[in-house]
């Protein structure tokens, strides 16, 4: 069998969630099947696996809205898909390429639910008129695809609601993996090494400390968790691993946030730039408790990244969180009301910032239970989001959709 995987992130170019999901999922499909990525930001080098074409957006589109260059590779991935047994997309990025890809070769396709476009509103500061163009491939590819994965039952439900005319049967959900070699906690010489690595950040790992990390957009909620931050108990070190920002807009918000913040307190420390893994690994391994302040997150792998090097998650309790974070045992899921519209908007901010706060100052003011709940999330992601299991599971949906 031969699938085709087409996605817009692959290493080294990964921004988020879905880059790292697709990494981990053809790396462990390889075992087993003929996998081959067809993805953005140009031909990779010869350290890509074998099987990796990476597409530039054709130059006559570079200077057009974002979304119609990323038609221009789509238009591209569809046509080199011929030979696959089925196509499998990631993202809206890449949901286009693999509807046409299946018309035209008469293959099934697959896609993966990562989030959706119609809960991103915020998405037309940054698409402009592309946004109406981004929903509408998405919509075409959910409502023509042979099957479809959503990475947590919260996500599954908002498929069946944003996309009423999909099948409720074609919807699997298969949860997010996790790459448990690649993130744990330093042990023996290691430790000195990842000692190193943080106090060279700015960062004293002798000192409590709450880590944030993710891409600067909407979703994540950062200027609700940084305002939270002000809250927090005196000595306690807030880390920022943020960056990518979605506009610029977001960025100066953010900016302003952390600047205020420096200014009522020590121990801020911002990481804008995407840090390698094991640099990754030791500023978490570092820290007390790990903050997920997001406003939409089908299931969010930084949660599962947190709490396989031993970190207690406090959490918002939307979207596939709570089928991650195991509200009392490997950390604590922060309620919240939010708008219907589609934004996610907290309707009560400060009291979604003010229990934020609460639940990040119970732990981070109480070592030992948040170690003990660290240990927990450690043993739950072993238990629950290994990648061999993904993998099987996702193997078995491609058989049936072939037989």
């Known amino acids: 069998m031969r699938v085709d995987l087409l996605t817009r992130e692959y290493p080294p170019y990964v921004y988020g969630g879905a880059g790292v999901h697709v990494a981990e999922l053809s790396a462990v499909l390889r075992r087993s099947i003929e996998v081959r990525v067809r993805c953005f930001d140009g031909p990779r080098d010869a350290t890509a696996p074998p099987g ?38 990631h993202t809206w990025y890449a949901n286009l390429a693999g509807h046409l890809a299946g018309l035209l070769h008469g293959i099934p396709h697959v896609l993966s639910a990562h989030s959706l476009e119609p809960l991103r509103p915020w998405k037309a500061e940054q698409l402009g008129g592309g946004y109406a163009l981004s929903g509408w491939a998405e919509q075409t590819a959910y409502e023509g695809a042979a099957g479809i994965i959503a990475v947590s039952a919260g996500m599954r439900a908002d498929i069946l609601r944003v996309y009423p005319r999909v099948d409720p049967a074609k919807v699997h959900v298969v949860h997010n993996g996790i790459d448990l070699a690649g993130w744990q906690r ?12 943080v106090r060279a950040l700015g960062i004293d790992p002798d000192r409590p400390a709450v880590v944030f990390v993710g891409r600067i957009t909407r979703q994540k909620g950062l200027p609700y968790f940084l305002r939270a931050a002000e809250l927090l108990p005196a000595g306690v070190q807030v880390i920022l691993c943020a960056g990518a920002p979605d506009t610029p807009e977001i960025e100066a918000e953010v900016r302003g946030l952390v600047e205020d913040l420096a200014t009522k307190r020590d121990g801020v420390v911002w990481i804008s730039q995407m840090l390698p893994r094991p640099d990754l690994v ?35 309790a939307t979207g596939g969180i709570p089928e991650v974070v195991d509200d009392g045992v490997t950390g604590l899921l922060v309620p919240i009301a939010q708008a219907q519209d589609g934004t996610g908007t907290p309707l009560e901010p400060e009291k979604f910032v003010a229990d934020l706060a609460a639940s990040l100052t119970e732990l981070v003011s109480d070592p030992a239970r948040a170690a003990a709940m660290g240990e927990a999330s450690r043993r739950r992601v072993e238990d629950h989001f290994a990648w061999d299991s993904i993998a099987d599971r996702t193997l078995d949906l491609y058989a049936r959709i072939l037989a």
């Open 52 to 89: 990796v074409t990476g597409y530039d957006i054709p130059s006559d589109l570079a200077a057009a809205n974002k979304v119609l260059g990323t038609f221009g590779v789509d238009l591209a991935m569809a046509n080199d898909v011929a030979g696959a047994d089925l196509v499998h997309s």
């Open 282 to 316: 030791a500023v978490l391994a570092s820290a007390t408790v790990f903050a997920c302040p997001s406003i939409y997150e089908p299931l969010g792998i930084v949660n599962l990244e947190a709490m396989a090097v031993g970190l207690p998650v406090v959490a918002t």
């Open 186 to 197: 330093p042990t023996g010489a290691a430790v000195a090494d990842a000692d190193a690595v």
